[in-house]
């Protein structure tokens, strides 16, 4: 009796889930095709790079974007508008306390908690961004295309390094920094790739 009722509850359960987001599919984003790229801006000009993507998923139902979320390996950052010694140099300093502390916070983390379809593809997605253990909401832009046995998300983000405790060569915490200061505002460009089955 008491294992007739269990699986009554376990078949209820399950009709529940699937009758509150019928259609509803997870899709697991391909690291090796998706990428994070940076750049950051100071008075005497700018730097780019790139972050590995560790993994993901996208969560979609009738072709539409739902939510979905993205984990970045922040102990990959590289510098990619600088060679030899000035490289390492600044990907060490990028890797450091004074930025992304990434000894003890090797990943950073974009959940998707709602996308709004404008049609075309286009959405606005509002998400949380996890940086340094420091979570803040963040709203943009996305645009979701479908190729064969795939899904491809592109999006434009702007970040406040300050909200995530990045105070280095800012001019709201340091005076006269002159043309050392490094601007707050940093753009992250992402591709998300998930295979569409």
């Known amino acids: 009796m008491i294992k007739l009722f269990l699986s009554i509850l376990i078949v209820a359960g399950s009709f529940t889930a699937y009758a509150g987001n019928p259609g ?6 391909k690291a090796d095709q998706s990428s994070v ?3 950051a801006y100071k008075v005497t000009g700018k730097h780019n790079g790139s972050v ?9 139902k009738d072709g539409l974007l739902l939510g979905g979320s993205l ?3 922040m102990t990959s950052i590289t510098v990619l508008d600088q060679q030899g010694g000035g490289k390492t ?8 306390d004074d930025f992304f502390g990434v000894e003890n ?6 959940v998707i908690k709602k996308a709004e379809a404008k049609g075309s593809g ?3 997605v509002t998400a949380d961004l996890t940086i340094k253990g420091i979570t803040h909401p963040i709203t943009f832009d996305a645009v979701v295309k479908h190729e064969p046995k795939l899904l491809v998300a ?3 983000l702007k970040v406040d390094r300050t909200l995530y405790d990045i105070r280095y060569g800012s001019n709201k915490f340091y005076d006269d920094l002159g043309d050392k200061a490094i601007y707050d505002e940093f753009d992250l460009s992402v591709k998300i790739v998930a295979e569409n089955n």
Do not use: R
């Open 52 to 60: 590995a993507v560790k993994d993901g998923s996208l969560n979609v």
């Open 71 to 73: 984990t970045m390996d």
């Open 89 to 96: 140099k600044l990907e060490g300093h990028l890797k450091s």
């Open 24 to 29: 509803k599919e997870v899709l697991k984003v």
């Open 37 to 39: 790229n940076w750049t």
């Open 105 to 110: 916070h090797p990943t950073a983390t974009l």
């Open 154 to 156: 592109t999006a434009d």
């Open 122 to 124: 286009l959405y606005t």
